[in-house]
């Protein structure tokens, strides 16, 4: 079973979020922010990270940086999970070091699969 970590400071997304993965057998960690994601993903064995790029405290993209310079957690994939439909955006976060993009709202009948697929073609690197 693999085990995600959902950050998203929107407590509705982050719900939702959850509960699809883990109707479809994924074993979910959640956090509400990037600093609280440095914290989970130092501590917790996670397998990827779905991470939100607006958020207070620290945005996603600091704590992608953060989470590839340190040696515990620069293995871990991560994944933008986000609302923000900015012309280019996707190109750039995965320039920047992201591993995945995928967009908000989420399709529950489909979202796991992606996962699952995100999973399979980061485990391969």
């Known amino acids: 079973m693999s085990r995600i970590l959902v950050v998203d400071d929107n407590p ?6 959850r509960a699809t993965l883990e109707l479809s ?4 960690v959640t956090a509400i922010n990037g600093s609280e994601a440095l914290h989970i993903a130092e501590v917790e064995s996670v397998d990827l990270i779905l991470m939100d790029l607006r958020m207070p405290v620290m945005d996603g993209r600091q704590s992608m940086t953060a989470l590839r310079a340190n040696p515990v957690t620069a293995h871990i994939p991560i994944v933008v999970l986000t609302a923000s439909a900015m012309k280019g955006e996707r190109e750039l976060m995965l320039t920047v070091g992201f591993d995945g993009y ?4 989420i399709d529950v009948r489909t979202f ?3 996962v699952s697929r995100l999973l399979k073609s980061c485990s391969v690197r």
């Open 12 to 17: 509705m997304n982050l719900e939702l979020t």
């Open 25 to 28: 057998g994924f074993e979910v």
């Open 102 to 105: 995928i967009d908000k709202p």
């Open 112 to 114: 796991a699969d992606t």
